[in-house]
């Protein structure tokens, strides 16, 4: 923190010797000290500014520091909000270069080129101490965009940033900026409590990366920092100097819009440091994730939210808030946070066993009744649970999370739909699971679905939401009824990765469950409640029978399996067990009248018939003795649903003939069986 009243000092001591500055740059001499490489020499004469006018279509267009110098003197075009430059070219400014004015609402647009100090010299003589671009004037609206600053030839900045704030109600516009700079690694200074910082579109800082020095806060001074809507903003920042990544006025407000990801990594000991308060507002699926780091430039263990003062916070729907410490767990002023329908707040510590809350005690209220579950868990040898569902105020202390490495307060998933869709035909009977609503949109792999089919429910009374439900679902097994459970990965999609089929079902009312186990949170598994669908499977019925069976008996004798000219078989394609039964047996047209069934041995031109069906495991087989034309009684055979292996049975006759050579022949008898199906209740 370099105070106002050395501030005031500084500015002092330029009034008078900016004069000889001045005189050296008429005059196109230098000092040992400020010795342009060639590229300065080359700038020192302003050149006239040519293709533009100075307007948003038609920006003024420079190449040099010297151009930069002069169009920033011009007027805003009639008509225009602001004067808008473009540069042509990267550009270089020397120690020299001090005193530059921005002193009407400006646009500088850097089209992908650099603004590049070429100092490299061993700190001496303020060369890193120095503002070179600053405000002249109230009421400014200054926007820097597509501008890059530091490269490995020209790493430095210096003490008061890209663009020191001397005045009042400034609001300094920083838009697709890519800062790396080693000395001078402070970009942004405010001199007094009514200015704004404003960040669009997609930023990243580095400050400090190696060799630094001459450097301080990330942003000191403004009332108000904004990241707008949609805009991302990465920074790293291990800066020797100071103590405090913001160092604020009186009230600091910090704003991250909706859908915006500010991510801050940072070796200061202190988020905020000075004034009254610092708030901190996510807005609507923003994004605030602040890490604690001890840099190469600045290792200390302190990590503190703020130092003095107070420290607010409030998180709206769908919004992130995420505080890591990779030193001592977080001390200093204890914060308190408002929750209103936010995605999770979390502080987490990356050391194993470290309490992540030292000496704070955050609070937190919600503020919400949106109908989701708001658990609190911790990290300690493991997952464990504060709360099952927070409502009201709640304060986290490290002895209550048992000095637990991490805590999180989150919206715990949920599944609001999914389909059970049954389905029979031949062979088939089936229930095809699929999620079809769910939240968190975006899951982490590892997330995984959770389904459970059960033959009756598993819970008592009639609501399903209730702990002692969630419960007795959970725990259910086959003793309870539970067919089947079932865990499925979520890869990528969780509508596509979620569908389950379970198959072979035996007609009749099922109650599947399914809940979504959840990984979005590094280190967490949150639960969603189980949700029930009821679903009836319906019986099918379908036996497939053979049209003959035929058999050949060459001699008279015994009539075997062996003698049938093929493996004929009763097969069961439903869901449901079927009883099959002979009824009767007819004789069909075309068989040879001379040869007759009987009831016993057979005599001369007679035939001896008993119909078997027979199990694969030889359980249950049945003999039909024995088959006389007309009606035929006897015990049916039970054939199983398809996916069983007494789902089929082999038909063959058995017995005897006595039909020889010198009878004639050969004789052809044909027999029409009559079978009746029913499906076993």
């Known amino acids: 923190m370099r105070n106002i009243l050395r501030g005031l000092a500084l500015l002092f001591l330029l009034a008078f010797v900016c004069p000889i500055f001045v005189r050296a740059d008429e005059t196109s001499t230098t000092t040992n000290d400020d010795t342009p490489t060639p590229q300065q020499v080359s700038d020192v004469t302003p050149r006239d500014i040519t293709n533009g006018t100075g307007t948003a279509r038609s920006p003024l267009l420079v190449a040099t520091i010297a151009d930069l110098k002069t169009a920033l003197n011009q007027s805003i075009a009639p008509g225009e909000s602001a004067l808008c430059i473009k540069l042509t070219a990267d550009i270089y400014y020397a120690f020299s270069d001090r005193g530059i004015k921005v002193s009407k609402n400006t646009v500088i647009d850097g089209d992908g080129h650099a603004i590049l100090y070429t100092e490299t010299r061993a700190p001496a003589n303020g060369y890193y101490d120095y503002e070179h671009f600053s405000t002249g004037a109230d009421n400014l609206t200054i926007t820097l965009k597509n501008i890059k600053y530091g490269n490995a030839t020209y790493p430095n900045s210096t003490w008061y940033g890209i663009m020191r704030i001397n005045n009042r109600n400034t609001n300094l516009v920083i838009e697709n900026i890519d800062y790396d700079i080693q000395k001078g690694g402070q970009p942004f200074y405010a001199n007094n409590e009514t200015n704004t910082l404003t960040f669009k579109g997609k930023n990243n800082f580095k400050a400090g990366t ?18 707008d809507d949609d805009s991302q903003t990465t920074i790293y920042h291990d800066t020797y100097n100071e103590l405090a990544f913001f160092w604020g006025p009186a009230n600091q407000t910090l704003t991250v819009g909706k859908h915006a990801l500010v991510d801050i990594k940072t070796s200061k000991q202190y988020l905020s440091y000075d004034g009254t308060s610092f708030n901190l507002n996510v807005k609507e699926k923003g994004q605030f994730s602040y890490r604690a780091i001890s840099g190469p430039n600045h290792a200390t263990q302190t990590a503190s ?7 607010n916070m409030d998180f709206a729907k769908d919004a992130i808030g995420i ?22 707040i979390l502080f987490n ?10 000496s704070i005690a955050p609070s937190l209220t919600r503020k919400d009744s949106d109908g989701y579950l708001y658990p609190i868990k911790y990290l300690k040898s493991g997952q464990k649970e504060l709360t099952a569902n927070m409502t009201g105020s709640r304060s986290i202390t490290a002895s209550n999370i048992n000095s637990g490495e991490s805590v999180v307060y989150a919206r715990a998933p949920q599944l609001t739909a999914f389909n059970a869709v049954p389905a029979v035909g031949d062979d088939l009977s089936q229930i095809t699971a699929q999620i079809t609503q769910w939240n968190p949109e975006s899951l982490a792999a590892g997330s995984k679905i959770n389904y459970k089919i059960a033959t009756r429910t598993l819970y008592s009374g009639n609501n399903i939401t209730t702990t002692s439900s969630q419960t007795s679902i959970n725990n259910a097994t086959a003793a309870n009824g539970v067919r089947d459970s079932r865990s499925v990965d979520i890869a990528t999609d969780i509508g596509k990765d979620s569908i389950y089929q379970f198959h ?4 009749q009312t099922y109650y599947v469950y399914s809940r979504l186990d959840a990984n979005h ?20 019925t379908k036996v497939s029978l053979p049209d003959t069976l035929d058999f050949v008996a060459p001699k008279a004798g015994e009539i075997t399996k062996e003698n049938h000219l093929a493996n004929y078989l009763a097969i ?10 002979l009824k009767s047996l007819a004789l069909n047209s075309g068989s040879d009248q001379d040869v007759s069934l009987v009831a016993k041995s057979p005599k001369r031109k007679q035939i001896h018939l008993e119909l078997l069906a027979n ?14 034309i007309g009606s035929i009684t006897g015990q049916p055979i039970e054939l199983e649903p398809y996916w069983t292996s007494d789902h089929e049975a082999s038909l063959y006759f058995k017995g005897e003939h006595s039909v020889t050579i010198s009878d004639g022949g050969p004789y052809h008898v044909n027999y029409k069986l009559a079978v009746s199906i029913r499906q076993v209740s």
Do not use: C, R
């Not at 510590?349 to 030292?358: C, E, F, I, Q």
């Open 305 to 311: 939210l703020k130092y003095t003062g107070s420290i």
């Open 504 to 507: 072979d079902l035996p007609a």
């Open 349 to 358: 510590a990356t050391t194993s066993g470290k309490s992540v809350l030292g």
């Open 572 to 581: 069961n394609h439903g869901n449901v067990p079927v009883k099959m039964n």
């Open 323 to 344: 505080f890591t410490t990779e030193k001592n767990g977080f001390t200093g002023q204890d914060p308190t946070i408002s929750v209103t329908s936010p995605n999770y």
């Open 615 to 628: 199990h694969p495991t030889d359980i249950g087989d049945v003999l039909w003795d024995p088959l006389l």
């Open 521 to 540: 949170i590094t280190g967490y598994t949150l639960s969603s409640p189980w949700i029930e669908q009821v679903v009836l499977v319906p019986s099918y």
């Open 210 to 227: 190696s060799g630094g020095g001459y450097d301080g806060e990330f942003a000191q001074g403004f009332t108000a920092i904004n990241f």
